[in-house]
């Protein structure tokens, strides 16, 4: 080994890290997406991401949605889905994990109750970041 390479970091329970994916990768790669300044104009007080499979679905505007009347703007639904957000925490704030619902307005049908997960963790460097996931995601 060169001398001026690092060792791979170990941990004695489980020995050499192989692969090390931080939050900042996530973003990077697009799988989760950073909505920290809506969220703050909303109530939030910590940075708040949203997986892409949240972004998807929930957020990002439906072809049909586009031209109708009727049909909510990716802004508006974003903001819907971080007021349901930060309700939620503020009735559970001694849970690091919780389920929430909001309902997702759809052009020409009747909403939809959408469960998503919101999940208090430590980011890259063990500061408390928020992330909204499917119900299903880890």
């Not at 903001?79 to 503020?90: E, G, K, P, W």
Request: proline share 7%; glycine share 6%.
């Amino acid at each position: 080994m060169p001398s001026n390479s690092k060792p791979p970091a170990s941990d004695e329970r489980f020995g050499t890290i192989v692969h090390r994916c931080t939050r900042a990768d996530l973003l990077d790669f697009g799988d989760l997406v950073d909505v920290s300044l809506p969220a703050f104009c909303v109530g939030f007080k910590l940075p708040v991401a949203v997986s892409r499979a949240v972004w998807v679905e929930c957020v990002a505007p439906y072809e049909a949605c586009i031209e109708q009347p009727g049909g909510q703007a990716g802004a508006i639904r974003l903001s819907t889905l971080l007021f349901a957000a930060v309700d939620a925490a503020r009735k559970n704030q001694d849970k690091a994990e919780l389920l929430f619902s909001f309902a997702l307005k759809r052009s020409g049908k009747a909403p939809k109750r959408k469960k998503l997960k919101l999940i208090c963790s430590a980011g890259d460097h063990g500061e408390p970041m928020l992330t909204v996931l499917d119900r299903y995601e880890d």
